[in-house]
């Protein structure tokens, strides 16, 4: 089994001399780090290609990740409940005040509740909570594996003849692309639960005022695609923290900069599948 | 590695959690959708040339509350669209039900109202809209009532309408019409005085005439009240059986009155035979008597020879003489012997 790794052949030190011994000149050189980087860059995709690839090939094992396939949901779904509902119920309230505060005696009061139900729905709870989440989860993966790399528990799994892509990665990418959706989902009911209290205690917005905003614009789509969204962060998050675990190197301090190179990539990650999805589904389509 | 313990707790929990939230995701739905999941809802088609920006979900109201959602919008045959209104089944549409989409906010919101034929607003276009897609068939016709931007079109072109009367009056109204104007309003004036005197002297009139058919009224009242007792009279009557006598006699001498107009009727109609048979007896007696004139016969002979007539007259005078002789001699003409 060939895992990851992430040490790709780079610029100069190897590329100083040429294959006859001499001295190359400074273009040949330019052209060269080019070539080199260029190279480099093309590696790290391939190398995550085949990551998903292998993810994907080893799920056929499902003998060798169904057992933790539920220990890793509970961690990484159940466990992040909390930190979801926090996220949406201050969401929640701050849209609400913000909306109010922003459109004001603009639009009807009502509006609010169409602005906190639309922004929820569609952004704002499986991206707020996909961060939170790309943190929490992305960080926790890219630790444990990476620990487990350092001490050298992969390489012993590898000796029992366990498959580390399955016994490790395909639990965790699969409970994270599942769980991811749930959280979002009940992210997505508690936020709009905060919005619609905070209406009434902070707002002058009665209870039908506040419904009637929210129905009036809501599709089931918001939902569908809120959901489906959340669940691409959760596998992009699995994957990148698994990644970045296992090519973790250099003792503690290596699965350190695992883990906040696999938040940082999953943060990112994020907001590129954000934009992603937003161009592919809703291009063209109105609210209507 | 878990164990078996620590699988089954994660697997009760990681069920749990995924069972609740995919019900309270569904139920949040159809919740915020209004689904109906009781089947208490029934479905309404109706059909227009456009939608205007009404959409699926757009509320349907009747008579100012919300009575169900658009379901559907498609495009129909021969260039209808066809709307699926789903309101509660209770409800009772209006009669002669017409659907008319209107903008309900200036933000967007649209809705579909139905309302009865009588009750569209009086448009020329728009109830030609709602003849037009009146069909025989189940489906309600529906039209688009203009919303604010053509309405506010509209009032944009009225007001330049308007602004240009406006620059012509305070072209024609210069100083000489307002002088005009102010003796226009000064005649009017004394009109108006002289009208009232009229009004106030006619006033008075019509107070003596009103007074006239007071009496008048009196006097109708009073007969009426005449009429009212002879009434009650014939009432009386008619309890005493005496009007029945009456009727009773009449009915009788109708009949025989009958009877005589029909014994004359007959005795007209033998008065009829008998003359044409004095017709007759007078043709022939003009016949016989042509006949005499004529000289024909021993008649017409003796009539028209007075010869004749000498000789007849002479042995008539003999004939009485020869009586005579007879009656003062019997004897000598009448000898009776018995052997």
Redesign the interface.
């Given at each position: 089994m060939a895992l990851v790794s992430d040490h790709v052949p780079t610029t100069a030190s190897n590329e100083a001399a040429t294959p006859s011994g001499a001295t190359p000149s400074a273009l040949e050189l330019l052209v060269t780090r080019l070539g080199a980087n260029t190279r480099g860059m093309f590696v790290a995709v391939g190398q995550g290609a085949r990551f998903v690839a292998d993810v994907f090939r080893a799920t056929a094992d499902l003998p060798g990740w169904r057992?933790?396939f539920?220990?890793q949901?509970?961690i990484l779904?159940?466990d992040s409940?909390p930190i979801g509902i926090f996220i949406a119920i201050f969401t929640g309230i701050v849209l609400a005040l913000l909306a109010s505060y922003s459109v004001g005696d603009i639009?009807?009061p009502y509006?609010v509740g169409t602005l906190v139900?639309t922004t929820v729905t569609l952004e704002l709870a499986p991206v707020l909570t996909g961060l939170a989440l790309a943190g929490r989860v992305g960080a926790n993966i890219a630790a444990e594996l990476g620990t487990m790399r350092v001490t050298e528990q992969v390489d012993a799994l590898e000796t029992l003849t366990y498959d580390p892509m399955s016994y490790l990665v395909v639990p965790r990418v699969w409970a994270s692309t599942?769980?991811f959706p749930?959280?979002v989902?009940?992210a997505?009911?508690v936020g709009?639960f905060a919005g619609w209290v905070a209406s009434l205690l902070l707002l002058d917005i009665t209870t039908p005022q506040f419904l009637k905003g929210?129905?009036?614009f809501?599709?089931?789509f918001d939902?569908r695609y809120g959901?489906v969204k959340s669940a691409s962060f959760g596998a992009a998050v699995a994957m990148i923290g698994c990644r970045a675990g296992l090519s973790a190197g250099g003792g503690a301090q290596g699965v350190g900069r695992s883990a906040t190179r696999a938040v940082v990539i999953s943060a990112v990650m994020i907001l590129v599948l954000d934009a992603f999805w937003a161009l592919v589904w809703l291009t063209g389509r109105t609210i209507? | 590695m878990t164990t078996a313990k620590q699988r089954h707790t994660n697997d009760f929990l990681v069920g749990i959690t995924v069972i609740v939230a995919t019900v309270a995701i569904v139920a949040g739905i159809l919740w915020l959708k209004q689904s109906d999941l009781s089947g208490r809802t029934g479905d309404v088609v109706a059909r227009t040339r456009d939608v205007g920006g009404a959409s699926l979900g757009n509320p349907v109201m009747i008579r100012g509350v919300r009575a169900g959602t658009i379901k559907s919008i498609a495009l129909g045959d021969k260039g209808w669209v066809v709307l699926h209104l789903t309101i509660d089944h209770k409800i009772r549409l209006p009669a002669d039900p017409v659907v008319l989409l209107t903008a309900s906010s200036l933000f967007g919101e649209w809705q579909a109202t139905i309302t009865e034929s009588t009750g569209v607003p009086p448009d020329r276009e728009l109830r030609a809209a709602l003849a037009k897609a009146r069909t025989r068939r189940d489906t309600l016709p529906g039209a688009v009532m203009p919303d604010i931007a053509q309405l506010t079109s509209v009032a944009g072109r009225l007001a330049g309408d308007v602004a240009k009367v406006t620059e012509r009056v305070q072209v024609a109204f210069d100083d000489q019409a307002a002088k005009e104007i102010r003796q226009s309003i000064r005649h009017f004036a004394e009109l108006s005085k002289v009208l009232s005197s009229t009004v106030t002297e006619q006033s008075r009139n019509l107070t003596q005439i009103s007074g006239d058919v007071r009496t008048g009224l009196r006097t109708v009242n009073e007969a009426a009240a005449r009429l009212n007792r002879f009434s009650g009279r014939a009432d009386s009557a008619t309890s005493n059986r005496e009007l029945q006598q009456i009727v009773t006699n009449a009915q009788q001498a109708s009949k025989d009155l009958v009877t005589a107009m029909t014994s004359l009727r007959e005795a007209a109609d033998g008065l009829g035979r008998t003359e044409s048979r004095v017709a007759s007896a007078m043709a022939r007696s003009d016949s016989v008597l042509a006949k005499i004139n004529s000289g024909r016969g021993s008649l017409g002979l003796m009539v028209n020879d007075p010869h004749l007539y000498q000789q007849s007259d002479s042995l008539l005078m003999d004939l009485r003489a020869l009586v005579a002789d007879v009656k003062k001699n019997p004897k000598r003409y009448i000898n009776i012997r018995v052997f």
């Open positions: 057992g933790e539920t220990t949901a509970r779904g159940v409940l639009v009807p509006f139900q599942l769980m749930v959280v989902g009940v997505m009911i709009l929210v129905r009036l809501f599709v089931e939902v959901l209507r | -």
